[in-house]
């Protein structure tokens, strides 16, 4: 499943335009040194590269008539679904891994630098991926997933850094330790942007979040944001192939 996911992503055009868009994002922060550029790609990837993932995962894994063909084959529904969802993830990951490289000769990255974007881009699509294919299995339905999958990025990306600074401040008298910790680490994407920011020792502003991770981590987190991305990410994976095997039976 995973070689014929993969064979299927790779076939879409749109695929490898998204990894050209990759270039044009570089050209865009030329000239502001290779440490900024990169800390910039990364706030702007965490934009970009979870709907793209959702809109092509999604379409893919709700299809019942591949399902129903699939099911009728002695090899495990649980692990069919999650093969179908490591070849999208490795058939994103393909053109957006070549654009990185491309960006990074643009943006003058150093080996490092350039690994921490591939990483970059590999967690997120790999985190995505996992989260979609659970609503997928959830609901086998292409509209609903997205629309779930959408929801999750709007809260994760776009709202979760206001509303963790506004409950921290809110409530800054009682001991909300645990559960701003818990809040962190639930999501990686916030954590591995203010710990690249520390790595590189880039003094820009990453997010409203970055106050309050550094209070909490304040050597760093971006080997504990990894550890989570790997974690959560293996986590949403296994639940998104026992729901989609609960359902078949």
């Known amino acids: ?118 990483l970059t881009i590999a967690a997120v699509v790999a985190f995505f991926t996992a989260m979609t294919a659970l609503f997928s299995g959830l609901t086998l339905d292409v509209t609903r997933a997205m629309a779930m999958g959408l929801a999750a990025w709007g809260l994760l990306v776009l709202a979760y850094g206001p509303v963790v600074v506004a409950i921290a401040s809110a409530f800054a008298d009682y001991p909300l330790g645990p559960f701003l910790i818990a809040s962190l680490l639930l999501n990686p994407l916030e954590l591995w942007r203010v710990g690249l920011l520390h790595t590189l020792q880039v003094p820009v502003l990453v997010g409203p979040v970055g106050k309050v991770v550094t209070d909490l981590f304040p050597n760093g987190a971006l080997f504990l944001a990894a550890g989570s991305f790997a974690v959560v990410s293996t986590a949403l994976l296994y639940l998104a192939g026992w729901v989609f095997a609960y359902r078949e039976r």
């Open 1 to 118: 499943m995973a070689a014929l996911h993969l064979r299927e992503v790779l076939r879409n055009p749109w695929t490898h335009l998204a990894g050209l868009a990759l270039v044009g994002l570089a050209l865009a922060f030329r000239g502001r040194g290779s440490a900024v550029g990169l800390v910039s790609m990364v706030a702007v990837l965490q934009l970009y590269l979870p709907p793209l993932t959702v809109v092509v995962a999604a379409p893919l894994l709700t299809r019942r008539d591949t399902w129903a063909f699939w099911a009728a084959l002695p090899r495990p529904p649980a692990a069919a679904f999650r093969g179908a969802a490591l070849g999208i993830a490795a058939g994103i990951l393909v053109p957006l891994l070549v654009g990185g490289a491309v960006a990074g000769a643009l943006l003058g990255f150093t080996i490092v630098e350039l690994v921490l974007l591939w």
